[in-house]
């Protein structure tokens, strides 16, 4: 995962952030497993084929830019699904 923010993908790209577990204003917030950047690199690099990249902001933010909405979508509902009821 690359360090600071300085180089952006450009505007068209889509970004998912991963707040860090401060920023969680819920009490039952993600548990800190789902907020590991690991098992999303290797996911993005196994299933996209467009380009994305990682990055890590000075605030601990994780951000994931993909070039396609679909692959933002995909990744998104892949580790943080909506839960029914």
Not at 19 to 43: G, V
Not at 46 to 66: G, N, R, S
Request: proline share 14%; glycine share 2%.
């Amino acid at each position: 995962m690359e360090q600071g923010s300085a180089e952006l993908p450009p505007e068209t790209w889509y970004p998912v952030r991963i707040l860090p577990k401060r920023s969680m204003w819920r009490p039952r917030s993600t548990p800190p497993a789902r907020r590991d950047p690991r098992p999303m690199i290797a996911w993005c690099e196994k299933e996209l084929v467009h380009p994305w990249t990682a990055v890590l902001e000075p605030d601990l933010t994780q951000v994931f830019w993909f070039e396609h909405n679909d692959d933002a979508q995909r990744f998104a509902l892949r580790f943080f699904p909506f839960g029914c009821s």
